[in-house]
């Protein structure tokens, strides 16, 4: 692992900014968060500041920030009373750090993977949401317990809530007007512009602000005065010497004791879930979208709390709250974190007194418009937009966070979203639709990518569902992965089950190794039988329900190469048609028909000739069809080209160069014989393409009539109530076909699609 920063020039000056807002914002998280643990203080102090220079370097995150972190207090808070005494808990730390490295060593970050992003942005809503609750109090002069508690329950019995009752009552004049007044300076100052834009950040002004509130109001005395429970209090030591015995040390003969070891598995494991946790919330928000390596953020956690343990602090976390500050700032590399870390370091022992000067209020001003910022309507709004299976499990995040703690509610919120997940697997596992082949309806049942034994009883609902003495098709050509308990479900259905109810049962796309062969026992392709059997209407309505699956996306999923080895020796279309050869009009994908359905003619403006005509009588006479459609679509260029030499002095040869194309023009503007001469528009009017579209119209008509007038055989065929010839016109914009004449289905009623 290599400690590189991607320090660069350019970033410099914002990442020095940053680092030291969030320097200030994270010296009294620090000894709140230690308050709140019930460990000394200088034991978060120490914590922030090895989470800072250490981990700062060995990070692979550019933007997270680490130190002691208020999810954890509880737990620490717990393991110190039940080891007896810190410097055991320091022994624990160690063991937290070690395991963390092996983590990380193991390549465990793997899991942040399968955190799902509603867990993710309900993280960052819900910190949002309780720094807001939390800093309003401070902000005004009340609440004195540790900067930093983000439990719901506090310390001194109060939770958020009665909390901001109770400030309404208790609050410190001098402190609300400095934490009011930061508010108001961070909003104006990012909103006018040549503040916005200067070298100067904001929530250094409000510190500098709140210095001086602070110190013009102690000369304006009560009320005005601002108490020091709500200022920062940095411990102050007489030298070196002293500061250094503020400083515990590890209980190094603890090492046998196994409460110790439990306490170490704890902490490593709640670490860095939170660690993890909270690096993919700050890669969320991070504005270049950078990603940061999990297990090299593991290795780097687990030194920093080795190193914490021990020099005396406490266990460390990638910040949720820090990082955030961080990003808000403008900090663009690493070296904002370690700045904030040198800060501290540098803070504790030159200028404790100075630090003691700052107002909690004008802190609480900074950190209230960051969560402002996290907890946007616009991100609520966003999660709402994408469906209840990520709004529920992000609602539940942020509302079991606010209630809870900041661990339990991320449980409660990965327990949440991994149900809906399950229940989404449940029941989806397959895709079902019904297919109407021309040898029947066939149920089509395809796998999902990954079936697992969750979807077992899913799967078996499904087949359970299938009609009796139909037609199951079970589809795995997407399919890289099948639980064995799934596989023996398909076996017993495919052997047992399914024959015993009538159903044949059809297998496509399984691998080589779940031992199962390509079968496919019903029939997708036009056989002797059903041509013989097929009425002329039945073939239309064929056609209608192709077009309609076409239309939807829902076609079907024929096997070609069973198609090609079934119709090789002989064909028995369904239909003639006659088209054009526009490569936008391919009817066997119009009508959703598979090798050997239909005959397709293709000729210019889908005209008649001698050639036509010799085709579709072998179509339907000789090879058997039941229908000869004519097909005519909207934008076709010969019509259009047949409309727009239409009254003039050229000819289609003298036009376009092609010598045998005055044949087709010529047959196309005989369907323009009763529209009046003002039709013949030029090139650029911007009705050309209606008018082409209703001569493509007329031309389809006059086709379709002139096939009977021309041919004997088709007439005949007609007439005896064998073919029928109908007509029809498709938009290649919509992909819609209007069907608008049926020569010889008078007397046939359609069947209605079931």
């Known amino acids: 692992m290599t400690p590189t920063t991607g320090v660069c020039p350019s970033t410099m000056l914002s990442d020095i900014k940053s680092g030291l807002v969030v320097f200030f914002v994270a010296l009294p998280l620090c000894l709140g968060i230690a308050l709140a643990s019930g460990a000394p203080l200088m034991s978060g102090l120490v914590a922030g500041i090895v989470g800072g220079t250490v981990v700062g370097l060995l990070s692979g995150s550019q933007t997270s920030v680490s130190g002691p972190a208020a999810g954890l207090s509880a737990v620490v808070a717990a393991q110190i009373l039940s080891l007896g005494s810190f410097s055991a808990f320091l022994m624990a730390v160690i063991l937290a750090g070690l395991i963390q490295i092996g983590l990380g060593v193991a390549r465990g970050g793997f899991i942040s993977e399968f955190f799902p992003s509603s867990v993710i942005k309900g993280l960052l809503a819900a910190i949002g949401v309780i720094i807001i609750f939390k800093q309003i109090p401070h902000l005004v002069g009340h609440d004195s317990d540790p900067e930093g508690d983000l439990s719901f329950s506090q ?131 991070d504005p270049r979208q950078r990603i940061s390596p999990p297990n090299q953020e593991l290795c780097a956690q687990g030194i920093g709390n080795v190193v914490c343990g021990l020099i005396g602090g406490l266990p460390i976390t990638s910040v949720i709250i820090r990082s955030s500050v961080n990003v808000n700032a403008g900090g663009q590399t690493k070296l904002a974190a370690i700045i904030h870390g040198i800060l501290l370091l540098a803070s504790v022992p030159l200028i404790p007194t100075w630090l003691n000067t700052i107002p909690l209020s004008c802190l609480a001003a900074i950190l209230l418009m960051t969560g402002i910022k996290l907890a946007s309507p616009a991100l609520i709004t966003q999660m709402w937009n994408e469906g209840r299976y990520q709004f529920i499990p992000f609602a539940a995040t942020v509302t079991a966070i ?106 496509v796309g399984f691998r080589s190794e779940y031992h199962f062969e390509d079968q496919i026992h019903y029939v997708d392709y036009s056989t002797c039988e059903l041509q013989r059997a097929i009425t002329p209407q039945q073939v239309l309505q064929i056609l209608k329900d192709g077009h309609e699956r076409a239309r939807i996306g829902q076609r079907l999923t024929p096997d070609f190469s069973r198609q090609v080895r079934a119709t090789a020796a002989a064909q028995h279309p369904l239909a003639v048609a006659l088209s054009c050869i526009d490569s936008r009009t391919p009817v066997e994908l119009i009508f959703d028909l598979g090798r050997g359905d239909i005959f397709s003619i293709r000729v210019a403006g889908n005209i008649t000739s001698r050639e036509v005509l010799a085709s579709a009588e072998y179509g339907c006479a000789v090879a058997g069809a039941k229908l000869m459609i004519v097909i005519g679509h909207t934008g076709c260029g010969a019509v259009s080209a047949a409309v727009k030499l239409l009254g ?107």
């Open 155 to 285: 310390p001194d019995l109060e939770t958020t809530f009665s909390e901001l009752f109770r400030m309404f009552g208790d609050y410190q004049l001098g402190a609300a007007v400095v934490g009011l007044l930061s508010v108001a300076l961070l909003v104006f100052w990012d909103n006018w512009k040549p503040l916005k834009t200067s070298l100067f950040p904001a929530p250094i002004a409000v510190v500098l602000f709140g210095i001086g509130g602070g110190l013009w109001f102690e000369h304006l005395g009560e009320p005005w005065i601002i108490k020091p429970s709500h200022l920062v209090q940095v411990p102050v030591a007489g030298d070196l010497a002293e500061l250094f015995g503020l400083l515990p040390r590890p209980d190094f003969s603890q090492w046998m004791n196994p409460a110790v070891y439990t306490a170490g598995m704890t902490l490593a494991l709640v670490a860095s879930l939170e660690t993890l946790l909270n690096l993919k919330a700050v890669d969320r928000i």
């Open 402 to 507: 606010v209630f809870t703690d900041l661990l339990i509610g991320i449980v409660i919120g990965l327990i949440v979203a991994i149900g809906f997940i399950l229940n989404s697997n449940m029941r989806r596992p397959v895709h079902r639709l019904v297919e109407q082949h021309l040898g029947g309806d066939v149920v089509h049942i395809e796998l999902a990518n990954q079936v697992s034994f969750l979807n077992r009883a899913a799967l078996a609902k499904v087949l359970n569902d299938a009609p009796r003495n139909g037609r199951v098709l079970l589809d795995a050509r997407s399919t890289d992965y099948i639980d064995p308990d799934v596989l023996d479900l398909i076996r017993d259905f495919k052997d047992q089950t399914g024959p015993a109810h009538g159903i044949e049962v059809s297998l």
């Open 648 to 754: 003039s002095h050229l000819t289609a040869a003298d036009a376009t160069g092609c010598q045998h194309l005055d044949t087709i023009v010529t047959e196309i503007q005989r369907s323009v014989a009763g529209i009046p001469n003002q039709l013949a528009v030029k090139p650029a009017s911007p009705d050309a393409g209606v008018i082409a579209d209703a001569v493509a119209r007329e031309n389809v008509l006059r086709v379709v009539k002139e096939l009977r007038q021309q041919s004997r055989t088709l007439d005949n065929l007609v007439c005896e109530r064998r073919i029928a010839i109908i007509g029809a016109m498709y938009d290649i914009t919509t992909g819609e076909i209007e069907f608008v004449v049926e020569d010889g289905l008078s007397e046939m009623a359609i069947p209605e699609t079931t």
